[in-house]
Nanobody, 124 residues
Framework: QVQLVESGGGLVQAGGSLRLSCAASEGTFSNSAMGWFRQAPGKERLFVAAITWSGGSTYYADSVKGRFTISRDNAKNTMYLQMNSLKPEDTAVYYC?????????????????WGQGTQVTVSS
């Protein structure tokens, strides 16, 4: 079972930037499509971005398109989420997840393993 550990969350002012990392415990990572999700207090977990196993294709929720960039380094078993022009409504716990079954995993049910999450707070 692949284990994922997110890092890079924190408190930032509106308009600022953060880069989240998701480190995987083993080499299966390079065969997995990956995704980022987020969950605000009292709300459902929502899709943010996804990337295919090779990194050749990326997909974004409309709410983050043009501001966030997903990427991966299979040699380091790590995925990233660069978040720019942050807004207070981006405040949430951010989760990374992986899928061995789905090429473009945009749904929660597409994913086989999850990280524990990292808090991102954007102040106005």
């Amino acid at each position: 079972q692949v284990q994922l550990v997110e890092s890079g969350g924190g408190l930032v002012q509106a308009g600022g930037s953060l880069r989240l990392s998701c480190a995987a415990s083993e080499g299966t990572f390079s065969n997995s499509a990956m995704g980022w999700f987020r969950q605000a207090p009292g709300k459902e977990r929502l899709f943010v971005a996804a990337i295919t196993w090779s990194g050749g294709s990326t997909y974004y929720a409309d709410s983050v398109k043009g501001r966030f960039t997903i990427s991966r380094d299979n040699a380091k078993n790590t995925m990233y989420l660069q978040m720019n022009s942050l807004k207070p409504e981006d405040t949430a716990v951010y989760y990374c997840a992986g899928s061995l079954r789905v090429k473009v995993p945009t749904r929660i049910s597409d994913h086989d393993f999850w990280g524990q999450g990292t808090q991102v707070t954007v102040s106005s």
